[in-house]
């Protein structure tokens, strides 16, 4: 294994450089943000439901931030050395950062994060801190994380948002699941919590003594909840709010905000999050345990029909289950092509050896399709979906329900046939992607796993290797080969890989500056 | 009737609704067993993928792996002592999001309230006086047409009109978030923001109560006891107010009583529409989440608010006409 010892000065100088001339920015403005739904509670630590950490990223730090490549750049953690054999990580802590109560933020509060809370509370945390058996703290600026194994894909889930560190004397007391200050958050962010009226907005004020000199730039952060999709648009169209993301703003009106000279749309700011929409099979369920059925619907869907009518043309085909947006990291690999174009011919074909022949009424059998319930876009997606396999001779019926009925009927019950879907491939093939497919993550009563139920020998142990692998490289090379098994098998057909729209009002600048997007901390965002 | 007898009165009506709240929660309570998934699921769900383990943990903190009939029990003892639990899914006391709820509820409905009842009687009035010109015709069509649209549409109108483009208005949300106003400002802020939501809440009320006043007024006008007032030489003004108008007026408040619980649910749409922070907003979330706990205390607080707008109701009764005794 190749020594990882990465020294972040020289990225930190860079940085320095390019902020430097932001100093002329000048500070002041409330920047009034909207997120869809109201977050449940404001405890990053215990939940990962996207909506709180659009509001907490704010206020927690992490010990890493990321580039729009996703390379990591120092926050918390002035520089990091990884040991050869990949199992011991050493960060170097930034000296006199404090929390938001004055306190020292030191690697005691390290320990106790990682350790006490994330390993053992946080959804995704259990998976991604799995083989830290340790953290020690030979002193208050130094944090060594003791692996089991080596866990490259833990080195890009260490932000504020995926990660946050949490300050010992105020956590560290009382249950961590029932915490006083669950819903009023206290740690070393550009901006302190203080208030949040429940219906109406969290209010977040500039923090003086942040250890970024000279950030934040704005004074405030307000951010608004808002139910009715038609409302926000208003609320953007009018000026009353400046910024929402993650289909925040319906589909069909983003065009025509994206026409007034006030408001601008991007796609930038999920790369770390890189949502791929999917259909998942039941493959224990005939006649979809016949991998030629399987591949016949994939061929069937019109992937830019779907794209370009559903989501109004905010998206691109997927060639597998990893995202494109894992190219420059190299992990990015290409499967079968199911959009070519004899694609209705290969589905009929495959149908008719599968020996499903089409009978008198022109069809071959029946299933229903179950849609997932984020959204009115979805069930425009099953129409589209259900024009498209009638075509090859299938009748879909479609069934929308609520979320806990969807989510027991597919996750517990595995009482479906086909279910649309769309999971997150995070911050790292491991976290986002391994769960879709992996014979150890086929568990009855957990969700956006392996429903399909699908697995393999030669599957599982590539990912297995992919997981310790700290080679970029080899890695990339194991995930192509994974990616070409999966599509052949296709337990799970990727449809495309989702944009969402953010839209910004263009008196605020610099807001989406990482990877991370409105999961980002706004530091650098300023108002013109 | 002296004042203990009206004390006594409302002594007993209060104690006689005990049994209705218990009936109201205990339903409840079974009712929502019967929806599909838990609030662990969801929360998982959020998570994006959690172990089981998790899940398990979660049912356990939530007293979700006790017996149906467990549950319940704790769940009225907790009651009888004003403990309404806690919601694990926004991490408050289930009570204090309620408070934080209730006086928006209150102000959006008090105002609606006002606004529908003045003018809603105001039109029925003059319908019933101007009966069968074209002014009373305008009056019935205007309120069948304020009637018959949907709520949320009339909403969307008066943003787009009102708000984005005469500018009159704000588009939503109970106060200025950017300037967050102090004091009287405040007040006026508030006011300024309540304008819009109250219009689009009352107009369905409003024709309610226009159409019933009108007939109300047409009916009494033909009794026996307007004939006499007439021939004892009563100026017309003077029977149709005093007389005419004081009987007329008991059905619509009747109605306006009745009316109340769907008023709760009918600002569902309204707060949703202009993002005001009242509890049928909480109501729509905590279904979706299976959040029984503050679901159950929404429940709670809504059947004591209707049964206490129905005790006020009986009392005006008494206070519109004499003939009416209590007890």
């Known amino acids: 294994m190749r020594v990882m010892t990465r020294s972040l000065g020289l990225i930190a100088v860079a940085m320095a450089l390019t902020c430097g001339s932001a100093y002329a920015q000048k500070p002041g403005g409330t920047l009034v943000q909207i997120t869809q739904p109201e977050p449940p509670n404001l405890a990053p630590y215990i939940s990962t439901s996207g909506p709180i950490g659009q509001v907490t990223a704010k206020v927690f730090d992490g010990l890493l931030e990321y580039d729009f490549d996703l390379k990591p750049r120092p926050a918390l953690a002035e520089s990091f050395t990884v040991s050869p054999d990949g199992k011991t990580v050493t960060f170097k802590l930034r000296r006199g950062v404090q929390f938001h109560d004055g306190k020292p933020f030191t690697s005691a509060d390290v320990q106790f994060t990682i350790m006490d809370v994330l390993k053992n509370n946080h959804p995704r945390g259990i998976a991604t801190f799995r083989e830290v058996t340790a953290v020690e703290t030979p002193d208050e600026a130094t944090a060594i994380f003791k692996l089991a194994n080596p866990a490259p894909y833990m080195m890009a889930a260490l932000s504020g948002y995926e990660s946050p560190m949490l300050p010992k004397h105020v956590y560290g007391t009382g249950d961590i699941k029932a915490h006083p200050n669950a819903n009023n958050p206290i740690g070393t962010g550009a901006f302190k919590f203080v208030e949040w009226r429940r219906g109406e907005f969290v209010r977040l004020d500039k923090n003086p003594n942040y250890w970024r000199q000279g950030r934040p730039f704005l004074d405030r952060i307000v951010v608004r909840f808002i139910s009715d999709a038609s409302t926000r648009t208003a609320v953007l169209e009018k000026g009353e709010a400046h910024l929402a993301g993650f289909g925040a703003v319906p589909y069909n009106d983003v065009k025509k905000l994206a026409a007034l000279p006030s408001l601008e749309v991007t796609t930038k700011g999920y790369e770390m999050i890189s949502p791929v929409v999917e259909m998942v099979i039941n493959t224990k369920k005939p006649p979809f345990d016949n991998v030629k059925v399987r591949q016949a619907i994939n061929y069937a869907v ?8 559903v989501w109004f043309g905010f998206g691109k085909p997927a060639m597998g289950p990893i995202s494109s947006n894992f190219e420059p990291s190299g992990l990015y690999g290409k499967g079968v092509d199911y959009t070519v174009a004899d694609r209705v011919e290969r589905a009929n074909k495959l149908l008719d050896e599968a020996g499903f022949p089409r009978k008198a009424d022109g069809t071959r059998f029946e299933m229903v399709h179950d849609i997932t319930p984020y959204g ?7 129409e589209a979906v259900q024009q498209a396999l009638a075509r090859v001779g299938i009748k879909a019926t479609l069934r929308y329900e609520d979320v806990p009925k969807w989510l027991k009927r597919v996750y517990t019950d595995y009482d479906f046939e086909v279910t649309s879907n769309f999971l ?20 009855k009563g957990t969700v956006f796993v392996n429903a399909a139920q699908w697995s393999s ?55 989406i500056d990482t990877p991370l997007g409105i999961y980002g901390n706004y530091a650098n965002a300023y108002r013109e | 009737m002296g004042g203990t007898t009206l004390g006594k009165y409302i002594i007993r009506r209060l104690l006689q609704t005990l049994p ?4 109201v929660v205990v339903l409840n309570f079974l009712l929502l067993q019967l929806a599909p998934g838990d609030l662990a699921t969801v929360l998982a769900g959020e998570a994006g993928g959690a172990p089981k383990e998790y899940v398990d943990q979660l049912r356990q903190r939530f007293g979700q792996d006790q017996p149906v009939l467990v549950q319940l029990l704790s769940y009225l003892r907790n009651l009888a002592m004003l403990d309404l639990g806690y919601s694990f899914r926004q991490s408050a006391p289930v009570l204090d999001l309620l408070l ?38 305008l009056i019935s069509v205007a309120a069948v047409i304020f009637y018959a649209t949907p709520l949320f549409w009339i909403g969307l109108m008066l943003i787009l009109v009102f708000s984005i483009h005469f500018d009159w208005f704000p588009t939503s949300g109970m106060e200025d978030v950017v300037a967050f106003h102090e004091g009287f400002a405040r007040v006026v802020d508030i006011a300024h923001h309540l304008v819009l939501p109250t219009i689009t809440l009352s107009m369905f009320y409003l024709a309610l109560y226009a159409r019933l006043m009108r007939a109300s007024m047409l009916e009494q006008r033909g009794l026996d006891y307007v004939t006499t007032a007439r021939a004892k030489g009563l100026p ?32 569902v749409v309204v707060e949703s529409v202009f993002a005001w922070p009242g509890l049928g907003q909480l109501a729509y979330q905590s279904l979706f989440a299976r959040d029984f706990n503050l679901l159950l205390g929404i429940f709670f607080l809504s059947a004591c608010l209707v049964v206490i707008v129905n005790l006020v109701v009986d009392v005006i009764y008494v206070l519109l006409d004499p003939r009416i005794r209590i007890g």
């Open chain 1, 302 to 309: 019109d992937r830019k029909f779907a794209i370009d009518n």
């Open chain 2, 236 to 267: 017309e003004r003077q029977i149709v107010t005093r007389h005419v108008f004081r009987n007329a007026l008991l059905p619509v408040v009747t109605m306006a009583g009745i009316q109340f619980g769907s008023l709760l649910g009918g600002s």
């Open chain 2, 20 to 23: 209705v709240v218990l009936g």
């Open chain 1, 376 to 382: 009115e876009e979805w069930q425009r997606f099953g």
């Open chain 1, 457 to 511: 020998p030669e599957t599982d142990a590539l990912m297995d290797k992919a997981t310790v692998e700290a080679d970029a490289q080899k890695r990339g090379a194991l995930y192509r080969e994974l990616v070409a098994k999966v599509t052949e098998a296709s337990p799970v057909i990727y449809v495309h890989e989702l944009q969402f729209p953010t839209i910004i009002n263009k008196q605020f600048k610099n807001v």
């Open chain 2, 100 to 137: 934080a709820r209730l006086w928006p509820t209150l102000l959006l409905m008090g105002s609606t309230l006002v606004v529908s009842l003045t003018i809603g009687v105001a039109m029925g009035l003059l319908a019933a006086l101007w009966v069968k010109t074209w002014k009373d015709h």
């Open chain 1, 424 to 443: 997150y491939n995070l911050a790292d093939p491991v976290l986002g992607v391994h769960r879709s497919f992996h014979s150890d993550r086929i568990k």
